[in-house]
């Protein structure tokens, strides 16, 4: 029987310990989407542009200039680790990424300024681990086991001795610098001050920080491994800055939060490829798509796939790993986005509906994520038959174009999103592209069931939290 009728209006789509942990959560990311300039490789073009504005990401808007002149940012401090004398005039904002070579020019650099600048300069530390580095992220998660500690800058220091940042040597450096292991251990495998490396990447993002090593000083930004001089002809600057503001009665200890007062907040790129910001948030409506999951759980995945996308199947094993992990506070919605270079893709999509007409949609989802993108009409009526379908309903069912119509909406809603390639997910909103390591997946959850945990003290009903928390910019 040949499943696929010719169809007129198709769209064109357009182990143990760290070492475990951190081989569990890593892997590259990967995504079906545009190839060259092929026009059929991607997810179709929404007629109407409205739908696009209907379905904003919360954004901050840009300041003004700055009071004395000068382009100063507002890097905030909040609970950076700081060493250095808190009445000292300048204080120096490094984000750095301890696995960056770059970074390690840059620490040497700070403490030759420390020493020329005793009493003048004090140095504060944010994370921006770098994806290209593997061991980043965990080396900057382990530095904040180690402030919670007490431990920071012992630590911090022995991370930039260029020896490494396996998983041993992370857990020697802690018990070098006085970290109970066990308490590393635990922190790294339940991801505890992930949501606090998270807010200070994004924080980085939104100054337009984009490399590593970059350094603000009072708020002036200087990019990259720069030579002492280029420092020290912007410190000497903000050091008679300073004492100005100091004649016109500016505390010591306030020079800094006058220094950033009027700094900008956010930077914004004028004219720039359309893609889905990482620090959105998005109102993605569930309507009548299939979910798995309670209604009450505390995070919600919207998954837009292709069954015949290889990079879907790996994504799908991921949330998969990550429902076990989270169990009832995780709820999966799917969403249909066929892509036309995967000969199958569509007939697969049109098959999962009619499996969700017979209350069998995630019986089949597994069946057919379970072929790894391998699909064939012998295999997709196997998948059907496997996931306990009735099978003469099913074979009627699939004639019916009306069908189609629910993809058609996925599709369209996909592109009013940005969607430009599958998988694409939604985490109560905030996009995560492509076949993202499971550890992306949990820095954003474990800040969602924060946002969650606070949603319902305020008042929200549990039942109310996604049609909140996608209501509200982070």
Known sequence: MDLREPRLDQPTPARNGIAALCVGLLAAAFACGPRGTNPDSRVPEAAPSAAAASLPAFDVPSEGEVADGLERYKVVLGDAPIRGPETAPVTIVMYSDFECPYCVRGHQTMGAIAQRYPDKVRFAYKPYPLPIHNNAIFAALAARTA???????????????????????????????????????????????????????????????????????????????????????????????????????????????????????????????????????????????????????????????DFECPFCARGNATVERVRKFYGDKIRVVHKHTPLAFHSFAFLAARAAVAADQQGKFWEFHEQVYALEARLDEQRLLQAAFNAGMDMKRFTTQMQDLELDKQIEADQRLASALGISGTPAYFINGRPLSGAQPELQFRLIIEEELERAAAELRSGVAPEALYETLTHRPL
């Open 147 to 305: 402030q919670a500690n007490g431990k920071f800058w012992e630590f911090h220091d022995k991370l930039y001795r260029q020896a490494g940042l396996e998983p041993e040597t992370l857990t020697r450096y802690a018990r070098e610098s006085g970290i109970d292991v066990a308490t590393l251990h635990r922190d790294l495998t339940s991801l505890e001050y992930g949501p606090e490396v998270s807010r200070d990447m994004r924080d980085a993002r939104r100054l337009g920080v984009t490399s590593t090593p970059t350094f603000f000083i009072n708020g002036r930004k200087l990019s990259g491994a720069q030579p002492i001089e280029a420092f020290a002809a912007v410190i000497d600057d903000e050091i008679a800055t300073a004492a100005r503001w100091s004649a016109q009665g500016v505390p010591a200890k306030e020079i800094y939060d006058h220094a950033i007062a009027d700094g900008y907040t956010r930077v914004e790129v004028r004219n720039a490829r359309r893609t889905l910001d990482p620090d959105g948030v998005f109102p993605v409506p569930i309507g009548d798509s299939p979910v798995s999951g309670l209604a009450t759980a505390p995070v919600t995945i919207v998954s837009f796939a």
